[in-house]
């Protein structure tokens, strides 16, 4: 059974930062493509970043140079460090792997960018 659970969301002023943390088990971790994907309110979950199982990366524009995707597949640990956050970066991340034809998603963490 696949599992993913976020962790390390919270409130943080704009300007500040925030690590993300997702862990995987369910499947052969160092294989898959992983991705972090946020959603506000009536909008469409959209993609952050994402790494590839050989560490290749690709960012949302929104985020390039501020957001790091990195991982560790002897730990079957995804993380999004995120730095400079604005206001408009607030929002529900959510970690995700496409396996076996199917997206996976794990529970969601709040991220607020607010004074």
């Known amino acids: 059974q696949v599992q993913l659970v976020e962790s390390g969301g919270g409130l943080v002023q704009p300007g500040g930062s925030l690590k993300l943390s997702c862990a995987a088990s369910?499947?052969?971790?160092?294989?898959?493509?992983m991705g972090w994907y946020r959603q506000t309110p009536g909008n469409q979950r959209v993609l952050v970043a994402a790494?590839?199982?050989?560490?290749?990366?690709n960012y949302a524009n929104a985020v390039k140079g501020r957001f790091t995707i990195s991982r560790d597949n002897a730990k079957n640990m995804v993380y999004l460090q995120m730095n400079s956050l604005k206001p408009e970066d607030t929002a529900v991340y959510y970690c995700?792997?496409?396996?076996?034809?199917?997206?996976?998603w794990g529970q969601g963490t709040q991220v607020t960018v607010s004074s």
């Open positions: 995700n792997v496409y396996y076996n034809f199917r997206d996976y």
């Open positions: 369910g499947i052969g971790f160092n294989t898959y493509i």
């Open positions: 790494i590839s199982s050989g560490g290749s990366t």
